[in-house]
T-cell receptor, first 114, second 114 residues
Framework: AQSVAQPEDQVNVAEGNPLTVKCTYSVSGNPYLFWYVQYPNRGLQFLLKYITGDNLVKGSYGFEAEFNKSQTSFHLKKPSALVSDSALYFCAVRGGFNDYKLSFGAGTTVTVRA | GAVVSQHPSWVICKSGTSVKIECRSLDFQATTMFWYRQFPKQSLMLMATSNEGSKATYEQGVEKDKFLINHASLTLSTLTVTSAHPEDSSFYIC??????????FGPGTRLTVT
């Protein structure tokens, strides 16, 4: 079985400061990892994914994530947060090429204050 | 590209009636679509996997006779909530897989059963 843990329910940062949203995963095969963002009453928007290759993945809106196999982590980062980054962030994992099901973390609410 | 739409975005129905939610991939063909349910401030729960031309695969604990899924074409999947009850009130989100990796999500449908 695969699972994702997002240890922080909420992250609060000031605008202009670095933003980190933590994610750890558990999967039996090679992990395919994803980050999505959700705004109120909206569906999920894809931010970035890790399939293979460089451990540092760059995505939409200035976000990036670092895959760390030894720590089974895939933390989302942004060097300088914007107020508009305030939203609900989900980390998700699927257990390899032949497994299309996504398992989501509980979500982390990010609030960026002006 | 990779846009997924849902209709309606918001529906209120009376207890005991049925309601149909449509999920369409607008600019790509999706062999597989997924239906999720999301409770307030919670993560997404996968309900079923819908493959074009075949029966949907339901997750454990999801009543297939209550949540009827039809994937009639490569761009359309429907979820029908039959004999709806207030406990079925939720946010329903679909996603579609255009290729091997990421899923693209619809904007969601808010169902309220009175």
């Amino acid at each position: 079985a695969q699972s994702v843990a997002q240890p922080e329910d909420q992250v609060n940062v000031a605008e202009g400061n670095p933003l980190t949203v933590k994610c750890t995963y558990s999967v039996s095969g090679n992990p395919y990892l994803f980050w999505y963002v959700q705004y109120p009453n909206r569906g999920l928007q894809f931010l970035l994914k890790y399939i293979t290759g460089d451990n540092l993945v760059k995505g939409s809106y200035g976000f990036e994530a670092e895959f760390n196999k030894s720590q089974t982590s895939f933390h989302l980062k942004k060097p300088s947060a914007l107020v508009s980054d305030s939203a609900l962030y989900f980390c998700a994992v699927r257990g390899g090429f032949n497994d299309y099901k996504l398992s989501f973390g509980a979500g982390t609410t990010v609030t960026v204050r002006a | 590209g990779a846009v997924v739409s849902q209709h309606p975005s918001w529906v209120i129905c009376k207890s005991g009636t049925s309601v149909k939610i449509e999920c369409r991939s607008l600019d790509f063909q999706a062999t597989t679509m997924f239906w999720y349910r999301q409770f307030p401030k919670q993560s997404l729960m996968l309900m079923a996997t819908s493959n074009e031309g075949s029966k949907a695969t339901y997750e454990q604990g999801v009543e297939k006779d209550k949540f009827l899924i039809n994937h009639a074409s490569l761009t359309l999947s429907t979820l029908t909530v039959t004999s709806a009850h207030p406990e079925d009130s939720s946010f329903y989100i679909c996603s579609a897989r255009p290729g091997d990796y990421e899923q693209y999500f619809g904007p969601g449908t808010r169902l309220t059963v009175t």
